[in-house]
């Protein structure tokens, strides 16, 4: 890679695990954005953004749907909190074959925070919702390397049908359905 | 498509193991909207009077409200219903936290249980997976835990779970359902479930719920919870401060009890203590709820965080909300919060209703006391302590839910022990209406609005009636002018002017002001209000239990028009509230309820009025449509569409075709099985 500069904005949520209240608006409201049409449909299962919580270890830990990981970690750390042990797949942001969590729950494509790029307003909708601050909004400037060229949406989620069904048969479904068009 | 609702129910034969889903009818959505609505109308259909509480022919329904699941903000209740054993009538108890919008998300509006499982199971409900499974391991283990066992069973920390804990297991007839932060705790409906060997049920749904008009939907959710900050930043000025603030009261927040401690009444609902609240008490009791509170929870999709995890030292975590708070402590005439947040947790996990329970064991003391009861009763039973009745209250919780030697009368309540006591037992159980224990209030004087909320409330709790309208009159004019400037909620101005001209004191004061016509008129909207949000699954919090709520009559029907997608009016709205409304009376009228039974406590009022009380109920009765004897009138029931149940009644002989004919003999009266 070239070591080519620019500026550009972060975007970045800042979480306070002591204001959550476990009140899932976040979760509400982003899964009710991503609709289509928008708001049409509400599903929490469907958030970018899940609540992690065990209520009776005062656990309440928002977390958002980071990269799609291909296939599940080889070794797994674990977080001891107020004595208690967590796997660490418990907080991880991947959407990973070990688990349903950050998959669309009907075709299993992956989800992925996408900071809410297509609503006008700056600030996120789960921030916006999110009434007790315990997820706040902040940009800053920053110089990063030029961008790798990123994978679109449609490639990471035919990577993930392909690592589900097998090259072929996704071929085979593709082929079947542009014969339909 | 259906909005807002998913137009299906789970239905569950429990003898037999059977499930179904069934597609439910929109015209009925229409008619009840969802939740109580619609529940009535399958009590009203299916489970005629002849059925005991505790007959496999009695259902038990867990309804989704029918906004549950979209984004309307503090949308979360579910509706149980049931024929309950304590006052043998409806019972509705409500509860919020997570479990009503995972139903939706399931794919079901409602589970249906009929019958009586061999054994004790657990329901399982994941998406359009439903099983019943075996709950042995479970016997006996508290509702919370209960909950936890089946989350680690399933490996789901997202399994909501509502569950029984021993007390429902042995059908104490106020055991109540618990879900994590929320129960449904009023008449017995735990004792039920229990009856039917029903441990839990735990649901898991991915599912979408669709709203009719998505664009206008949001900005009505957008502008309540505009509101909702509104009001946080303006708490109204001269009530006390549970009611200046919005929520389910905020009892884990607001640390100022001298209201509830020095108004309300101790033990079992018998003394004032005046003087209570101190600078030592006040600073005891701060430093008891900020040394056990963990952290502020909310239900789904609400930001106003009412209940609290505590976590009592040495004891297991749990979550509280509301006045349980108070009640162990007050009814043990114990000075110490501690005590209080402490029995609580063993409450919760048994799973007992947090009114009834602790007037059940202070009226046990007072049987003592009095020699009706004698220490043979209560073998081994420790000695109060300096607190007051602290270690004899864990001792009686235990033996009420455990049911032994006397606590398995105890068990029954007030109401019933005292008949099966007999020896003028009865008159310790003071504080009845229909058979279920109040809040521990006894008031001098007479408030129009709140004796009729008293006497005809369905669901036999006066903080589920109440709301709207102030309690009582602000001291000066001007106050009342200022309070009344910027409520939009009324349904008309008149509410307004009624406030206006109601005095402390003189020619406009209680208890002829409000006038009977004006009472009758605030108590309807007052009534109407917790109807729809028992039908939608709102919270009373942010709707009928406040002055100056963010849901009120004027935006309601635009969110079901908008969500549901069925055209909805002011009117229209408060036609539906009042059919099912007077289904609830029906079902309850045909179980043998009748105006004799509508009436406060004996002695909860100081000075009587009995020529105004008898007005206000004849004229009350008329304003709803009901004859005197409180009996829905043929004419009433046909404007509503509900020529079905006056056929009942006149083949029932409880109305003569035309005319009014004496009241059937009560069923009432029949001892529990
Ligand atoms: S909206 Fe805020 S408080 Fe509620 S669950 Fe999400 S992060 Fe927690
Ligand atoms: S920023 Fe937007 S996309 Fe990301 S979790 Fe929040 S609401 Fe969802
Ligand atoms: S107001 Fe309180 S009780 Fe009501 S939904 Fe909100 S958090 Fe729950």
Do not use: S
């Given at each position: 890679m070239t070591g080519n500069k620019k500026t550009k904005i972060i975007k970045n949520i800042k979480i306070d695990i002591n204001k959550c209240n476990g009140c899932r608006a976040c979760e509400m409201i982003c899964s009710a954005f991503h609709a289509a049409p928008q708001y049409s449909g509400n599903n929490p299962a469907r958030s970018r953004i899940r609540v992690i919580h065990y209520p009776l270890k005062d656990i309440y830990v928002p977390v958002y749907a980071g990269e799609y990981a291909e296939a599940e970690c080889m070794g797994r750390d674990k977080y001891v909190i107020d004595g208690k042990e967590y796997d660490e797949c418990a907080f991880c942001r991947a959407s990973c074959p070990s688990r349903d969590l950050f998959k669309e729950p009907d075709s299993g494509l992956p989800l992925k925070c996408d900071m809410c790029e297509d609503h006008p307003d700056k600030e996120p909708l789960c921030v916006q919702w999110c009434y007790v601050d315990a997820l706040t909004y902040e940009e800053r400037e920053e110089e990063v390397d030029e961008e790798e060229v990123k994978l679109e949406d449609v490639e990471i989620g035919l990577e993930s049908m392909v690592d589900k069904y097998g090259l072929e048969q996704v071929m085979d479904v593709v082929a079947r359905m542009s014969q339909k068009e | 498509m259906r909005y807002a609702e998913t137009g299906f129910n789970l239905e569950v034969d429990l003898t037999r193991g059977n499930i179904e889903r069934v597609e439910t009818d929109p015209r009925d959505t229409e008619l009840y909207l969802g939740g109580l609505g619609t529940n009535a109308k399958i009590l009203w259909d299916r489970v005629p009077p002849e059925v005991e509480p505790f007959s496999p022919d009695n259902l038990l329904i867990f309804a989704a409200g029918l906004l549950c699941g979209t984004p309307a903000t503090g949308c979360n209740r579910t509706i149980v219903s049931t024929i309950s054993p304590q006052t043998r009538l409806m019972a509705f108890s409500m509860m919020g936290g997570f479990w009503a919008p995972e139903l939706k998300y399931a794919g079901y509006d409602k589970v249906i249980f009929r019958g009586k499982s061999p054994n004790l199971v657990y329901l399982l409900i994941n998406n359009d997976k439903v099983e019943i499974r075996d709950a042995a391991h479970l016997q006996g283990k508290g509702a919370i835990e209960t909950a936890e066992l089946i989350r680690q069973e399933l490996n789901d920390p997202k399994v909501q779970v509502a569950a029984i804990g021993l007390a429902g297991e042995n059908r104490i007839n106020f055991a109540s359902i618990e879900q994590g932060r929320s129960s449904a705790s009023r008449g017995g409906i735990g004792a039920v479930m229990g009856d039917k060997r029903l441990k839990a049920i735990a649901v898991r749904g991915t599912k979408d719920i669709n709203v009719a008009r998505p664009a206008e939907f949001i900005e009505l959710c957008k502008d309540v919870l505009n509101y909702i900050k509104f009001r946080e930043e303006n708490p109204i000025p001269g009530v006390i401060p549970i009611l200046a603030v919005l929520g389910s009261p905020q009892e884990m927040k607001i640390h100022d009890e001298k209201w509830h401690t020095e108004n309300f009444v101790w033990g079992n609902a018998r003394l004032?203590?005046?003087?209570?609240?101190?600078d030592d008490i006040a600073k005891q009791w701060y430093d008891s709820m900020e040394s056990f509170r963990k952290r502020f929870i909310s239900c789904y999709n609400c930001p106003l965080e009412c209940g609290a995890t505590l976590a009592p030292p040495g004891q297991p975590t749990y979550m509280m909300k509301c006045f349980t708070k108070l009640t162990y402590s007050m009814g043990a005439m114990s000075d110490s919060l501690e005590f209080g947040l402490r029995i609580a947790q063993r409450a919760t996990e048994y799973g007992v209703d947090g009114y009834s329970a602790p007037q059940v064991m202070a009226f046990a003391l007072e049987l003592l006391e009095a020699g009706i009861l004698t220490e043979k009763d209560f073998p081994e039973m420790p000695d109060d302590n300096a607190h007051g009745s602290e270690e004899r209250f864990y001792y009686l919780l235990d033996i009420i839910v455990r049911r032994e030697g006397i606590g398995d009368v105890l068990a029954n309540g007030t109401y019933w022990a005292a008949k099966e006591i007999g020896n003028g037992a009865e008159e310790y159980a003071h504080n009845n209406i229909k058979k279920i224990e109040q809040l521990p209030l006894k008031l001098g004087w007479l408030n129009p609005i709140y004796f009729l909320m008293y006497c005809t409330g369905a669901k036999v709790n006066i903080t589920q009636i109440e709301g709207q309208f102030p309690q009582a009159p602000f001291p000066k004019r001007e106050h009342r002018e200022k309070f009344v400037k910027d409520w939009f909620q009324v349904p008309d101005d008149r509410f307004k002017q009624y406030f206006l001209d109601w005095e402390p004191r003189g020619e406009n004061s209680m208890p002829y002001y409000p006038t009977v016509e004006m009472t009758c008129d605030i108590v309807d909207w007052m009534e109407k209000m917790h109807y729809i949000d028992d039908a939608l699954g709102l919270c009373a919090g942010l709707s009928s239990f406040h002055l100056k709520p963010p849901y009120h009559i004027h935006n309601m029907p635009k969110f079901i028009s908008a969500g549901a997608g069925i055209e909805m009016d002011e009117d229209k709205l408060s036609k539906a509230a009042k059919r099912y409304r007077t289904l609830v009376r029906a079902v309850n009228i045909r179980r043998g309820m009748r105006r004799k039974d509508e009436k406060p406590p004996e002695d909860h009022l100081k000075k009587r009025f009995p020529e105004l009380e008898k007005e206000l109920l004849d004229t009350y009765y008329k304003f709803k449509g009901w004859?005197?004897?409180g009996i829905p009138t043929k004419e009433s029931l046909h404007e509503l569409g509900l020529d079905y149940v006056s056929q009942d009644f006149i083949q029932r002989g409880i109305l003569a075709d035309g005319e009014e004919i004496p009241a059937k003999e009560a069923l009432l009266e029949i001892e529990p099985a």
């Open positions: - | 004032r203590r005046k003087d209570f609240w101190n004859n005197n004897e």
